[in-house]
């Protein structure tokens, strides 16, 4: 069974830190873009982060950069995504998303990511 796992979410407080981890099972990781996306209450999805296939290059959003990484560990088949010096606005429902190579790079086309996780929720409030 083809899935994406997120964990990792929880309450923390402003400024403080967490890591969201992304499992795949039934297909491999390394042949995929991989992208977060987030959701807040009353908003659409917005990208935050992805890391490109083979070359392991990395996109921000601009909300995030200088505060999030993101990161592949291809043998354990699984993508992180370590958020430092939270803020409320950070307050979503985070999902990672699989996609094909050619998406590295042209924008946060979220309608063409193959394979979605069930979310996990990052709350940030003091």
């Known amino acids: 069974q083809v899935q994406l796992v997120e964990s990792g979410g929880g309450l923390v407080q402003p400024g403080g830190s967490l890591r969201l981890s992304c499992a795949a099972s039934g297909f491999t990781l390394d042949y995929y873009v991989i992208a977060w996306f987030r959701q807040a209450p009353g908003k659409e999805r917005e990208g935050v982060s992805c890391i490109n296939k083979n070359d392991g290059n990395t996109h921000y959003a601009d909300s995030v950069k200088g505060r999030f990484t993101i990161s592949r560990d291809n043998a354990k088949n699984t993508v992180y995504l370590q958020m430092n010096s939270l803020k409320p606005e950070d307050t979503a429902v985070y999902y990672c998303?699989?996609?094909?190579?050619?998406?590295?790079?042209?924008?946060?086309?979220?309608?063409?990511?193959?394979?979605w996780g069930q979310g996990t929720q990052v709350t940030v409030s003091s």
């Open positions: 998303a699989a996609g094909p190579p050619w998406l590295y790079g042209s924008g946060w086309k979220s309608e063409e990511y193959d394979y």
